[in-house]
């Protein structure tokens, strides 16, 4: 949503933005789904899909390279000729990181989690690995093989990161695949088709606060346990 709410907003201000998904969600001007056909599609969505059952059985845990190439991508970039492409989220294989290398582009990368700058694990609570480095003697070999894919992918990009919050542009600022590269904080802007007034408020009305989020509170991810928490100190 944060991704197609900016195409949207830089639409609106006469800027020519191109969204590109493989699992549409959205109508809209200048969205373009990939691959096009639907004997396409079908095929994109259950050879990863196969990939990850088949890393869950060898490995116990589902791994998604970014090794499946995009089919239509490459033609779909000679058309458009990007100045800049901004990534937001690549994951479920979404595009192979050599596609993306190729681009002849400068590049925005939104960490929305950390799994562009982490070997596996999108969120990985109390794990620094992301921090220290993935060696020999703290992590398996495929782990140190999704991590190196990503960082020989960042390198090769050379991207400006943008997170939404301070707290995962420090989580890159410290990381060994974000250390060293510039940083931005970019809060996710507002839905523009949604109207309301900020500036309203009526004494003695009851306050409501609306939490939407993918998974809602049945998610430990999402942070209903610590806005809770906050609501309390008020």
Request: aromatic share 10%.
């Amino acid at each position: 949503m944060a991704a197609m709410r900016l195409h949207w907003a830089l639409l609106r201000i006469g800027i020519e933005s191109h969204f590109v998904c493989i699992d549409q969600r959205e109508s809209g001007e200048n969205v373009h789904r990939l691959p096009e056909s639907w004997i396409g599609a079908l095929i994109y969505y259950l050879l990863p899909r196969g990939l990850w059952v088949l890393s869950k059985v060898l490995f116990g845990k589902m791994y998604m390279p970014n090794l499946i190439p995009l089919a239509g991508f490459g033609k779909l970039m000679r058309e458009l000729k990007p100045d800049i492409v901004h990534i937001h989220y690549i994951g479920q294989d979404m595009v192979a990181y050599e596609q993306l290398a190729r681009l002849d582009c400068r590049t925005v990368i939104t960490l929305h989690d950390i799994s562009l700058i982490n070997a596996v694990d999108s969120y990985p609570g109390a794990d620094r690995r992301f921090m220290e480095g993935f060696s020999k003697s703290n992590s398996s070999a495929i782990e140190r093989w999704m991590f190196e894919r990503k960082r020989r992918f960042v390198e090769k990009m050379k991207p400006l990161f943008a997170g939404p919050s301070k707290w995962i542009c420090g989580m890159c600022a410290n990381s060994v695949i974000g250390r060293g590269r510039p940083v931005e904080l970019v809060p996710n802007i507002v839905d523009p088709t949604f109207g309301f007034d900020i500036g309203r408020r009526v004494r003695g009305e009851r306050f409501v606060l609306l939490f939407g989020a993918y998974g809602g509170r049945a998610s430990s991810l999402k942070g209903w346990p610590d806005l809770e928490a906050a609501l309390g100190l008020l």
